[in-house]
């Protein structure tokens, strides 16, 4: 006997992959299609926009999986296997643990998979393997591309440290920043301070950290962490540095800047 099974939509899309036109709404618009071509009842589109298929932590995602455990959702249509998960163990986590737990169907257009044979079952452990190795093949490309960036002396990303700022790609010196930062060398090297020391000082002295909040012995200890940057090179993986890349803010002939104290 033909069973109609109450059937929702999931749609994601990386930044990345909105400009390359992978959309939230063309991916359900087929979903839909396909809900309509077997005469099931269309429930709803979850939707997570913007947001990394590496996390499982996507409102939309959470929404749908609390109503598959509901029971309010008996059909799971996706455009593509990897809109779950880029990742083989979350992808088949959401399968297997949730989905088909609750004898729920997942239908992936692109793959054209069922569940509701054999064939499709085993195939999605297939592709998904091949999706996380995609996934894994795009990291190691970016990470390169970091090193070659660095290795040209251009600031690789993320937040500068507290003293700098990037400016076209290259560190910049904030003058008021960069004076906590020697204030913080020459109580450590010089005035033999300890960590916590340091920032109860600072904090007394009103002074506050880059999001306005009071320093806490971590920051400190990164800051220190950072001395070779802030002698004007670019330190990379383990150990490796590119040196005169940027504007110091400490001097090698200060003697706070010639110790290595962490």
């Known amino acids: 006997m033909y069973e109609i099974k109450k059937a929702c939509v999931y749609t994601r899309v990386s930044s990345d992959e909105q ?12 979903c839909k299609a396909a809900i309509e071509s077997k005469g099931w009842p269309y429930l709803k589109t979850y939707s997570d926009p913007g947001i990394s298929g590496r996390t499982m932590n996507r409102p939309g995602l959470q929404a749908m999986i609390d109503a598959i455990k509901s029971g309010e959702v008996q059909a799971v249509f996706i455009w593509k296997l990897d809109r779950l998960s880029r990742k083989q163990r979350d992808t088949m986590a959401i399968i297997e643990d949730i989905i088909m737990a609750n ?37 190691m490309r970016t990470s390169m591309g970091r090193e070659a960036n660095i ?6 990303g993320g937040k500068p440290p507290l003293g700098y700022r990037s400016v076209n790609g290259v560190l910049t010196i904030v003058p008021e920043e960069a004076e906590i930062v020697r204030m913080i060398f020459d109580m450590r090297d010089n005035e033999k301070m300890t960590l916590v020391g340091i920032a109860n000082k600072l904090n007394e002295l009103g002074y506050r950290t880059r999001k306005g909040l009071e320093f806490k012995h971590s920051a400190i200890q990164n800051i220190i962490n950072n001395r070779e940057t802030y002698l004007g090179h670019y330190r990379y993986g383990v ?17 706070y800047a010639n110790k290595r104290m962490y």
Request: aromatic share 6%; net charge negative.
């Open 239 to 255: 150990g490796n540095f590119i040196k005169n890349q940027h504007e110091p803010i400490l001097n090698d002939n200060d003697q």
């Open 151 to 156: 290795k040209k002396g251009q600031y690789a």
């Open 19 to 30: 400009v390359k036109g992978c959309s939230l709404e063309e991916q359900e618009r087929m």
């Open 103 to 139: 004898d729920v169907e997942i239908i992936s257009l692109h793959e054209t998979l069922d569940t509701t044979s054999p064939w499709g079952r085993a195939m999605i452990g297939i592709l998904s393997s091949f999706n996380q190795m995609e996934s894994e093949n795009i990291q």
